[in-house]
């Protein structure tokens, strides 16, 4: 039976120490600061990003892509809201929000960055990999016509 974690539960050591390394994480990214250590993903590591297309695989195109897609920000400043937490044996699934605003290449002002998340982590010997993250915009509600452009 899994445990599940709302947002605002204290979390168990090990979970809020993952916490506050994808926060540092996040940080890191949005201000293109060469961070995210590849030792912390599984080694067949899925990305859906938030800028589309097919499902990521190949760890060093995984690599490459992750590098080309962080080079793109420049500094910004955000927040992960944490909305549920789900423990079950050596998986963890973790919904979040993350909310930046960020300033990006070839542009002069800050721009909303905010993104619905969910990453899939497994424990390996005390140590959490992410295996899955799903990131997308579609933070706030959009009729059907729009939504269907969207796939046009």
């Known amino acids: 039976m899994p445990t599940i974690y709302e947002a605002g539960a204290i979390l168990p050591p ?3 120490s993952l916490v506050e390394t994808f926060k540092q994480r996040h ?3 949005i201000n293109n600061i060469e961070g995210d250590n590849p ?4 080694e067949q590591m899925t ?3 938030p800028f589309g297309g097919p499902i990521r695989r190949a760890q060093e195109q995984l690599r490459e892509i992750q590098a080309r897609v962080r080079s793109q920000f420049k500094s910004g400043v955000g927040e992960k809201e944490l909305i549920r937490v789900i423990e079950s044996g050596d998986l963890l699934i973790v919904v979040l929000l993350e909310t930046s605003r960020v300033t990006f290449e070839g542009r002069s002002e800050p721009h909303a960055w905010s993104l619905r998340v969910t990453e899939v982590y497994t424990d390996d010997n005390g140590r959490w990999l992410r295996l899955h993250r799903h990131a997308d915009p579609l ?3 959009r009729p059907l016509a729009e939504t269907l452009a969207l796939l046009e």
């Open 27 to 29: 940080h890191e990214w």
């Open 139 to 141: 933070v706030k509600s």
């Open 47 to 49: 990305i859906y990003g």
């Open 39 to 42: 030792s912390s993903q599984h």
């Open 14 to 16: 090990r979970i809020q």
